[in-house]
């Protein structure tokens, strides 16, 4: 079983930035990690997600003002957000593959057997 647990969602407003985080306590590494969001009344959309070998998959609608990393302490992932819309108002969950070697943006992948799923936290982007 692999626990996931976000932290650093907020509100701020249109231009500003917010840094997310994700972390895992699982005793292995675990090769795929990526955030998603959802808002009411909307499927959810594949934000980006990133290989612990480095290769990252990232959302047309996110390129170029989010960023994707995996952070320095094992089974953590960060997304950094900058340039907010208002648009980008959503829950943001935190989702992770295990036994892969690739990671993509699309929820299946992360719907199996072998995917897991946090809790979410919320960002609020304010025009």
């Known amino acids: 079983q692999v626990h996931l647990v976000e932290s650093g969602g907020g509100s701020v407003q249109a231009g500003g930035s917010l840094s997310l985080s994700c972390t895992s306590s699982?005793?292995?590494?675990?090769?795929?990690m990526g955030w998603f969001r959802q808002s009411p009344g909307k499927e959810r959309e594949g934000v980006a997600a990133?290989?612990?070998?480095?290769?990252?998959s990232i959302a047309d609608s996110v390129r170029g003002r989010f960023a994707v990393s995996r952070g320095k302490i094992q089974n953590t992932v960060n997304l950094q957000m900058n340039n907010l819309e208002p648009e980008d108002t959503a829950r943001y969950i935190c989702?992770?593959?295990?036994?892969?070697?690739?990671?993509?943006?699309?929820?299946?992948?992360?719907?199996?057997?072998?995917?897991?799923w946090g809790q979410g936290t919320q960002v609020t982007v304010s025009s």
């Open positions: 699982h005793s292995y590494n675990i090769p795929c």
């Open positions: 990133i290989h612990s070998d480095g290769t990252i």
């Open positions: 989702a992770a593959v295990l036994h892969t070697r690739v990671c993509t943006i699309a929820s299946a992948q992360y719907e199996s057997n072998y995917g897991y």
